[in-house]
C-alpha cells in the first residue's frame, strides 16, 4: 500500500473521448487516476500520458466490463496501491444498434452487460471501501437516449435508463455513509462514437440543438469534476442534463 496514499479516482471507460477528457480533468498532484480499457494499449498509453502531462498520475488497466473477475482485479489493484477509493465515474459505454424487430439477443445482452451490469458491479465494488471511509463520490454517465429514447437503440436506451435507476437507488442507500451518487445525462458530444454518423445525421440533430452546436467532452468532464468536489456535498441522486437544450 502505497504510505501517502492519494485522492483515487477510478474511471471506467477510460481511454478515448469523454472518458479520457475525465481522466485529464481530475489530473493533478494530489490524485491517482485508475482507468479501465477493453482492447487498444496505445490509446490507454495516449491517456495516461495527457494525464501525466497535465501534473496527474493515470494507470490503464485491461479489463472488460462485461466481466466480473477482470472488474474485481481492475479494483484490487487501485486498493492494493492507494488503500482508498474516493470517486468512482461509471463512464464505459458501448452500442450495438439496430431497429427492434432486427435486434439481435446477443447485442441486447451485449450492450446491457457492459452498460449496466458493469456499473452494477462497479459501484458494488466502490461501495464497499467508500462505506469503511465514511466518503465518496459515485458519477454515472447515462445519456439522452435514456430519458428520451432513440430509434434504433433500444438497447442502449434501456442501458442508460437503468443507470438512472440504479444512481437514484445508490444515493438513497448509501447518503447516511457520506456517499454521493449522480448521473449526468449528455446529450449530441462529438466523440468517436459519435463520429460515425453521417454527415446528414449530424446536421438534422444539430438544427434540433437551440444553443446551436454539438457539446464537447470538456462540457461533461467539467461536471463530473464538480459532482466529485466538496462544493456537491449536498447534491445527491440527480440526473443532470448536458445537451444544448436538445431535450428540456
Do not use: H
Not at 500520458?49 to 474485481?72: S, W
Amino acid at each position: 500500500m502505497n504510505s501517502n496514499p492519494k485522492r483515487t479516482i477510478i474511471v471506467t471507460g477510460g481511454s478515448r473521448g469523454i472518458g479520457r477528457r475525465i481522466c485529464t480533468a481530475f489530473a493533478n498532484g494530489n490524485t491517482f487516476v485508475f482507468f479501465n480499457f477493453l482492447s487498444s494499449g496505445e490509446a490507454a498509453r495516449e491517456t495516461e500520458k495527457a494525464v501525466a502531462n497535465a501534473g496527474g498520475r493515470a494507470r490503464g488497466i485491461q479489463a472488460d466490463m462485461a466481466a466480473e473477475q477482470d472488474l474485481e482485479t481492475f479494483f484490487k489493484t487501485a486498493l492494493d496501491e492507494t488503500g482508498r477509493i474516493d470517486v468512482l465515474v461509471n463512464n464505459a459505454a458501448i452500442t450495438k444498434d439496430a431497429l427492434l424487430p432486427r435486434m439481435k439477443s446477443g447485442d441486447w445482452d451485449r450492450v446491457m452487460d457492459v452498460n449496466l451490469r458493469g456499473a452494477f458491479i462497479c459501484t458494488r465494488l466502490a461501495a464497499r471501501p467508500m462505506i469503511r471511509q465514511k466518503s465518496g463520490r459515485i458519477i454515472n454517465i447515462t445519456s439522452i437516449a435514456g430519458i428520451a429514447g432513440n430509434p434504433g437503440q433500444a438497447n442502449y436506451a434501456a442501458s442508460k435508463a437503468g443507470l438512472v435507476g440504479l444512481t437514484k437507488t445508490t444515493a438513497m442507500e448509501l447518503a447516511s455513509r457520506n456517499i454521493t451518487a449522480n448521473a449526468i445525462a449528455p446529450g449530441y458530444i462529438e466523440t468517436e462514437m459519435t463520429g460515425k454518423l453521417s454527415e446528414a445525421q449530424v446536421s438534422e440533430i444539430a438544427a434540433r440543438i437551440p444553443m446551436g452546436f454539438a457539446g464537447t467532452p470538456e462540457d461533461v468532464a467539467g461536471l463530473v469534476v464538480f459532482l466529485a468536489s466538496d462544493a456537491a456535498r449536498y447534491i445527491t441522486g440527480q440526473v443532470i442534463q448536458v445537451n444544448g437544450g436538445l431535450y428540456m
